[in-house]
Structures are given as C-alpha cells and as structure tokens.
C-alpha cells in the first residue's frame, strides 16, 4: 500500500517524511524534491507475540511512503497541473501536511489551496474524458460504458461545486468501473497538523479544534511536532528510548500518525507464528480467511481446509496451542471467515 505526503511547499513534507523514515533528507526550500522508504508499521502486539514465540525472526506490517514534490499553493487558481501527479494518482492515500508552526500561519487557508488544487486536476481530467467517451459511444455503439459516461458526469457535477468524488457515497462496483482514472479526489486523506515545540501542551485544543475536518471512511486529523518527532526518530534506539522515558512518553506522535494511515488505507493485520518467524500480514477490512491465506502463499489458498483462529488478547493469555485448546479459545474456521485485526491464524491446507 502506498501513502503520498503532499501540502504547500516548506509546510514540513520532508520533516514529516524524515521523523516516519528515519532518513535525513534535505528539509527546507526544496519544494520540487521526491523522496521514498518502506516503512514498519509500529505494533506492540508483534513483539509480544515474538517474545511468546522465541522465533527467529520478526517482520512487522509495512507500508510505502512518497514524499511529493509541492504544490503550487495557488488552490482554485491553480491550472491543474500538480507536479508529480502521475505518481500521486498511482497512490492509496494523501497525508496532507498542514504549517502550524509559523507566527502568521493560516492551516484552513492552506488546507483549502491543498484540496482545491487536487479537484481542479480531477475536474480536468473529467471533462476531457466525459467529451472523449461520449463520441466513442455514439461511433462505436458500445453501450456497456454508458453507466461509466453517467458515473462521470456526476463526478464532474459534484468537482464543480467542489466536493470530492470519494464524499458521493458511491458503490463498489461503481468504484471498479472509475478505478482506472484514479482520481485524487477519490482517495482518502489525512490531515497532518504540523506545529512547533512550544504548542505541544495545546495538544488537545488544537485537536478538538481541527476535529471538524474529521469525516468516517473520507478524512482523518492528527496533530504532530514534525521537528521534534525528526529530531526523536534519527536518536540511536536505546537513547530514543530513554528519551522517551524520562518525558514519560508511552508511544512517539509519529507511531500513531503511522497507525492513523494503516487504519486510513481501510488495513488491518494477523498474525502467523512458529520458531521461524513472527509476522504480521497485511490485508482489507473484510478479507475471508480463504484470500487472507493467499496473502501468504498461493498453495495455501488454493489447498485451503480449515483456519485455527485466536484472538491476539486469548493468545497472550494462554501463549500455547494446548491451552487455548483447553480453554476453548481456538477456534476452527472456514474459507467465508471473516479475518479480524489482531486474529492469529495457524491455516491448514492440503496441496
């Protein structure tokens, strides 16, 4: 899965970009530079399962990251011409990095050129392809991409009184058929709120505050110190976590904006365990247990019989198959399961 940091240029991109990667990538007037990383999704859950475990190895969730260049900051003026658009159309979801560390910052101002900016390019692309596919039909006859012109001509309604496409409710199969124009439009967003040190004891204001750009399964908000969370991540480890410690910080701000956009992309995780390795998978919200074995390996879809399921919370409680077993918390599931996050799943398969 793949996740875009965009905003307004020297709004932190890169900073936001450094404190998740770990890298030191040049932070400042740089507004037409790119950068990439795989990231590891922070998970406690991971390590206690490969504490129970003793495996060899241990591999964490992941997801990769894109640091766009920046827009132009002209919003609605804007000619629609992002840079790096083919790239950000090739994306799942938008990080927008919003300035609020500045003295004479405007984040709604700033939020609004950001969004503007990605519908006029969605506008664009609509209208050129509404005129294209209305004359195809008419010289070919191909009446099967009607619901297609129909599906773009209520995006590009909805484009010109600047909503975007992903706020119209639209079905799955309606989702297939538009799949292919990728629209930025369509992909879900999450705010990023980047203030300075010294608004980090305003947390919870700011947070109430920006919460109204919060919408289910379209928008979410988190608030982060970019410098500082940069700053953290390019700490040796034990340092870090001493750090951390003596601040008596449970987790880093970064870890939970990490978790935000796994959550954000509509992902979830379970896990696999033995003395090889501890790992967890990386699937959609209602994945059956017969695709989530093909997450693995192809054989074990293809000769799938039956899934040993435990929750994560039974697993640390009893730590062994025989005791789950005893205590009735392991349960025998078919390929129509329906896999929840934090399930562990020993799956059973015959090829």
Same mark, same amino acid.
């Given at each position: 899965m793949k996740l875009g940091i965009i905003g307004l240029p020297q709004s932190g991109k890169t900073t936001l970009f450094n404190a998740v990667s770990g890298q030191e990538a040049a932070v400042g007037d740089y507004s037409r530079a790119e950068h990439r990383a795989v990231i590891k999704v922070p998970d406690e859950r991971v390590d206690n399962l490969f504490a129970i475990?003793?495996?060899?190895?241990?591999? &964490?969730?992941?997801?990769?990251? @894109?640091?766009?260049?920046? =827009?132009?900051?002209? !919003?609605?003026?804007?000619?629609?011409?992002? !840079?790096?658009? &083919?790239?950000?159309?090739?994306?799942?979801?938008?990080?927008?990095?919003?300035?609020? =560390? !500045?003295?004479?910052?405007?984040?709604? &101002?700033?939020v609004q050129k950001v969004i503007d900016e990605m519908l006029l390019a969605d506008l664009m692309m609509v209208e050129s392809n509404v005129d294209k596919l209305g004359r195809a039909i008419k010289l070919t006859g191909k009446k099967e991409r009607t619901r297609e012109l129909e599906l773009l001509k209520i995006c590009q309604e909805a484009l010109n009184n600047e909503q975007a496409i992903l706020e119209l409710g639209l079905s799955e199969a309606d989702?297939?058929?538009?799949?292919?124009?990728?629209?930025?439009?369509?992909?879900?967003?999450?705010?990023?709120?980047?203030?300075?040190?010294?608004?980090?004891?305003? =947390?919870?204001?700011?947070? /109430?505050?920006?919460?109204?750009?919060?919408k289910e399964g379209v928008r979410d908000i988190a608030i982060v110190c970019g410098k500082f969370e940069m700053e953290l991540a390019q700490l040796p480890d034990e340092e870090r976590s001493e750090f951390l410690k003596e601040m008596n910080i449970k987790q880093p701000a970064i870890d939970k904006f990490i978790q935000r956009s796994y959550t954000l992309l509509g992902?979830?995780?379970? @896990?696999?365990?033995?003395?090889?390795?501890?790992?967890?998978?990386?699937?959609?919200? !209602?994945?059956?247990?017969?695709?989530?074995?093909?997450?693995?390996?192809?054989?074990?879809?293809?000769g799938f019989i039956k899934a040993e399921v435990a929750s994560y919370e039974d697993y640390i409680q009893y730590k062994t198959l025989p005791d789950l077993k005893a205590a009735g918390k392991l349960q025998l599931e078919g390929k129509d399961y329906i896999v929840r996050?934090?399930?562990?799943?020993?799956?059973? =398969? /015959?090829?």
């Open positions: 475990a003793k495996s060899k190895k241990m591999t &964490h969730a992941e997801l990769e990251i @894109f640091d766009s260049a920046g =827009f132009t900051g002209k !919003g609605k003026d804007s000619s629609g011409e992002i !840079g790096s658009i &083919h790239e950000l159309r090739l994306l799942d979801a938008m990080v927008i990095v919003v300035d609020c =560390f !500045g003295p004479d910052t405007l984040p709604e &101002h700033d989702v297939k058929i538009l799949r292919g124009y990728s629209f930025l439009s369509l992909k879900p967003q999450l705010l990023v709120f980047n203030i300075s040190e010294n608004k980090l004891a305003d =947390f919870d204001n700011l947070y /109430n505050h920006f919460s109204k750009y919060k992902l979830i995780s379970f @896990f696999t365990l033995g003395a090889p390795e501890t790992r967890a998978w990386t699937i959609q919200k !209602g994945t059956t247990a017969l695709k989530a074995a093909g997450t693995i390996h192809t054989d074990f879809e293809r996050d934090g399930d562990v799943i020993l799956f059973l =398969f /015959n090829v």
